[in-house]
């Protein structure tokens, strides 16, 4: 078929990105935008004012590159709600009892973004998973929804299998270890060790029921994640959802190409403490793969006792270390340990850390760095993956404990310290891993043994096949060209209707 001159500019897409509010789920998503904007779709993210700090940096960037992408600004209702000015998200220093009001100020949110949804006229939108009701507003607009999940495939099957087999309610105590049913692997966990919201009933399990509906009434599904990584999960999800679904990633490689990118990305001027150069000048100067980055995300927190005992597993493991800490405003005890910790390890040249946001993408990449410890957060096992690294896992929330089986169990990229007990994000939670246990862990991956050896060589294998997934006609790329091929045959029927 030949197109019009005015089929040809109306094939250009519309986009609207709609992320959550938290910043784990706002910098994959934009990553995936920009994505979008960099394949000449135009796009606009909705979003409030402080969120937007989180990133409007590499906006500003891509935009001075041509491409066509904006942040449209959304009045978050902090007066109406007697929220402090700035209380704009869930994170690790949202204060508890403001946790109900922001959920309540989305859903008064919710008319205002419908209204926008019809005045911007986009030709699809991708909402995260969080957004459920987008369903039925893209239905009404006659545009696909296509729905962000921040996890990972294996993620997604096991919780499914949980859900469905309840394979938990058969074993005797909250210890045993049980096998989650039907999925590609024999993948063996504890009651412990899943969200409290397949263990047992509770709000969440009925929201999340909600969003496995809007996604199957969705066009599809978009994952940070390329088939090599968990092709077996890919195609498993696939087929037990009975949804279309497109792995883009790992989107942070594929779209931070220049160091002015990994340094903008998640940067919030906000928490600006950190001295820029101190960590780079500081890692420099330390022997090729050296170095442990220690970090657990934008939302852990950790009891007293627990960074006790983190300080001392990596001060006796001997290796240097960067370890990403952050200020306790509910516990003073933690911050003037962990000062006088950074005192001595500097002193040593050991050990160095980093208060707030670490720039993790330009961090990983540094040639000193040999290891991660890490939560396992499903944005930076796909990071460790990008530069071939191994990492010591250890899941708290969220996911977690289902990608710590991916990295260890079946990549076999990662040496487990044994955490035993999921958490909420917004908890300390009760268990304490002990020096030795972490120390052991570190020590398989660090100390040159067998384990270690394979461990670096296959992690090297998967950093080559992220590079090729993101590269023309690798598999991340493939799907992409093929979603927005699908977009605008869609928009182009309903021009020529
Ligand atoms: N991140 C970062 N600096 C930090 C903490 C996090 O750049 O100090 C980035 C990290 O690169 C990743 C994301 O924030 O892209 C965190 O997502 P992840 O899924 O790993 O963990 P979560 O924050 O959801 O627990």
């Not at 078929?1 to 609207?16: A, F, H, P, V």
């Not at 209702?77 to 989305?106: D, H, Q």
Request: charged share 25%; aromatic share 10%; hydrophobic share 40%.
């Amino acid at each position: 078929m030949t197109l019009t001159m005015e089929n040809q500019n109306s094939s250009k897409l519309k986009s609207i990105f709609l992320p959550f509010l938290s910043t784990s789920h706002i910098i994959p998503l934009v990553d995936m935008a920009r994505l979008f904007a960099l394949h000449d779709v135009e796009v606009t993210i909705i979003t409030t004012k402080y969120n937007s700090t989180i990133f409007q940096n590499s906006i500003d960037l891509d935009s001075s590159r041509g491409r066509s992408i904006t942040t449209h600004i959304i009045d978050f209702p902090s007066s109406k709600l007697g929220l402090p000015i700035g209380i704009e998200s869930f994170n690790v220093n949202t204060p508890r009892e403001m946790i109900p009001k922001i959920y309540t100020a989305i859903f008064i949110l919710q008319p205002e973004i419908e209204h926008l949804f019809n005045v911007l006229k986009p030709d699809f939108i991708v909402t995260d998973m969080f957004y459920p009701w987008t369903v039925e507003v893209a239905e009404k607009l006659g545009i696909p929804r296509i729905m962000f999940h921040g996890a990972s495939y294996l993620a997604r099957s096991a919780a499914h299998a949980v859900e469905q087999y309840a394979p938990h309610l058969k074993t005797q105590s909250d210890t045993e270890k049980f096998v989650i049913p039907n999925l590609p692997d024999e993948l063996m966990m504890t009651r412990l060790q899943l969200p409290d919201w397949l263990r047992s009933h509770n709000q969440y399990t009925d929201l999340m029921k909600v969003i496995k509906e809007s996604e199957r009434k969705s066009f599809g599904s978009v994952f940070n994640s390329f088939y090599e990584l968990e092709s077996d999960y890919f195609d498993h999800y696939k087929r037990v959802m009975g949804t279309k679904s497109w792995g883009l990633g790992p989107v942070s490689l594929w779209v931070n190409q220049d160091d002015s990118d990994k340094a903008a990305r998640g940067y919030s001027k906000e928490e600006e403490e950190e001295k820029e150069e101190g960590w780079l000048k500081w890692l420099n100067s330390k022997p090729e793969c050296s170095v442990l980055y220690v970090s657990f995300g934008s939302m852990n927190k950790f009891p007293f006792l627990q960074l006790v005992e983190i300080a001392h597993a990596l001060e006796d493991s001997g290796h240097n270390f960067i370890w990403v800490v952050r200020k306790n405003e509910e516990n003073e005890e933690s911050d003037v340990f962990l000062e006088e910790f950074e005192k001595r390890v500097r002193e040593s040249e050991k050990g160095y850390l980093i208060w707030g946001w670490a720039p993790q993408l330009l961090i990983l990449e540094n040639q000193a760095i040999g290891g991660l410890v890490s939560h396992c957060g499903w944005n930076t096992v796909v990071e460790s993956v990008n530069v071939g690294l191994p990492t010591v896992t250890w899941p708290l929330f969220a996911e977690h404990f289902f990608n710590e089986k991916l990295v260890v169990d079946v990549l076999r990229i990662g040496v487990s310290v044994g955490a035993k007990e999921w958490r909420n994000w917004n908890e300390f939670g009760s268990e304490v891993v002990k020096r030795e246990d972490i120390g052991n862990a570190i020590g398989l991956m660090m100390n040159g043994g067998e384990e270690e050896i394979g461990m670096r060589k296959r992690a090297k294998e998967l950093s080559v096949a992220a590079k090729k997934a993101v590269q023309v006609g690798g598999s991340s790329y493939n799907n992409m060209v093929e979603l927005i091929q699908e977009l605008k045959s869609i928009k182009l029927a309903k021009v020529q209707a």
